[in-house]
C-alpha cells in the first residue's frame, strides 16, 4: 500500500490495527499526528468542506484545469503547516506587537502627548516608537535622533537608544543620539544612563556625554534645550557634529574643504536664518562658504 493510500486510510480512521501499528512505525507518523493536533487549535472565520479525501484531490484537480501537481504526503503536510506558521507570525506582528511611530523630517519639530499624558518633543531629522497597547505596564520607548521629554510621575520610564538606555520615574530631560554621539542633559529631578556597561546618575543640570567612544561630564544652567526655542548651541563639540546638526534644521548638504572638522566648537546657531547660521559656525575658523545650488555649501579657509 502507498503512503497516499495509507493517509486516506489513517485521516478516515480505516486503518485495520495491523496497518496503524505498522504507519505508527513509520518517519511520517510523528510529524502527520503533530500537524493534525496542532491544526484544532487553529479557527477561521470562513471554509469550506469537503466530505472525503477523493473528493478534495477531484476538486484540486477541476480547479487546475485538470493538471495535478504530485506532492508526497509528507511534502504536502509539511507546507500546510509552514503556512499556518506564517498565518499565525503575520497576526501577531500586525495586531498584537504593533507599535506607534512618530518621525520628523529635516527642518521640523513637533511635539506630542504619550499614553499617560508624558509629552516629547522631537527635533528635526529624529523618530520615536513605542506601543499604547503595552504602556500601562510598560512605559518605554526606542529613540533615534534627539528629544525633549517631560515625563508624567508613575513607574519606571526608558527611552531605548542604541548607545544606552535613560531611565527616569518622573523628569525632564533630553537624549540626542546620532552616530558616533551619545548625549544625556537632565533639566529636572534624576536621570539613570545605563551605557557601556556603567550607570550614571545625573540629577539637574548635569550632561552626559559620549563622543568617538570618550565620555564626559558636562553642566547646563538651562531649563530647557536651546533648540525648543530655535537656538542650537554646542560645547566643545567637534566641527563636523555642528555641521551635520546644521544640515538638519536646514536641510541643505554641507562638505569641508581642507580643514580638520574635528576641531571643537564652542556656540550656536539660529534655526531660522541660513545665512547668519553659517555666519556663526565658520567665523570662528577663519572660514567662508559658497553654494553650489540651492542645496549644497562649500566651507573652506579665508585668503
Not at 505498522?22 to 470562513?46: P, W
Not at 485538470?66 to 498565518?87: C, D, P, T
Not at 534624576?190 to 550632561?207: Q, W, Y
Request: hydrophobic share 35%; aromatic share 12%; proline share 2%.
Amino acid at each position: 500500500m502507498d503512503k497516499d493510500q495509507i493517509l486516506k486510510k489513517w485521516l478516515s480512521d480505516d486503518l485495520t490495527t495491523s496497518e496503524l501499528e505498522q504507519f505508527e512505525q513509520t518517519n511520517d507518523f510523528n510529524l502527520n499526528n503533530e500537524i493534525v493536533e496542532g491544526a484544532k487549535y487553529f479557527k477561521a472565520s470562513h471554509f469550506s468542506s469537503v466530505s472525503s479525501y477523493d473528493e478534495f484531490k477531484a476538486n484540486l484537480k477541476e480547479k487546475k484545469g485538470g493538471r495535478v501537481i504530485q506532492l508526497s504526503s509528507y511534502k504536502m503536510l509539511y507546507r500546510i503547516a509552514a503556512l499556518f506558521v506564517i498565518g499565525f507570525s503575520t497576526y501577531f506582528f500586525l495586531f498584537y506587537n504593533n507599535l506607534t511611530e512618530v518621525q520628523t523630517l529635516a527642518s521640523n519639530k513637533i511635539t506630542f502627548e504619550l499614553p499617560d499624558a508624558s509629552s516629547v518633543t522631537l527635533n528635526a531629522g529624529s523618530k520615536v516608537e513605542y506601543s499604547k497597547k503595552k504602556w500601562a505596564n510598560k512605559r518605554e520607548l526606542t529613540l533615534e535622533g534627539e528629544a525633549f521629554f517631560k515625563v508624567a510621575k508613575g513607574s519606571k520610564f526608558d527611552v531605548k537608544t542604541s548607545d544606552g538606555i535613560v531611565s527616569v520615574l518622573g523628569t525632564q530631560f533630553t537624549v540626542k543620539q546620532r552616530p558616533n554621539y551619545f548625549e544625556v542633559k537632565c533639566f529636572e529631578g534624576i536621570v539613570s544612563v545605563d551605557s557601556n556597561g556603567k550607570t550614571h546618575k545625573l540629577t539637574k543640570g548635569n550632561t552626559y556625554r559620549i563622543i568617538d567612544d570618550v565620555s564626559t561630564i558636562d553642566i547646563t544652567s538651562r531649563n530647557q534645550p536651546n533648540w525648543i526655542d530655535n537656538v542650537s548651541s554646542f560645547n566643545s563639540v567637534p566641527l563636523y557634529e555642528v555641521l551635520e546638526e546644521l544640515e538638519r534644521q536646514y536641510n541643505v548638504d554641507i562638505s569641508v574643504e581642507q580643514f580638520d572638522a574635528k576641531r571643537l566648537f564652542t556656540g550656536g546657531f539660529v534655526h531660522n536664518n541660513l545665512e547668519e547660521a553659517l555666519t556663526s559656525v565658520t567665523v570662528p575658523f577663519n572660514l567662508t562658504h559658497r553654494k553650489d545650488n540651492s542645496n549644497k555649501i562649500i566651507l573652506y579657509k579665508m585668503e
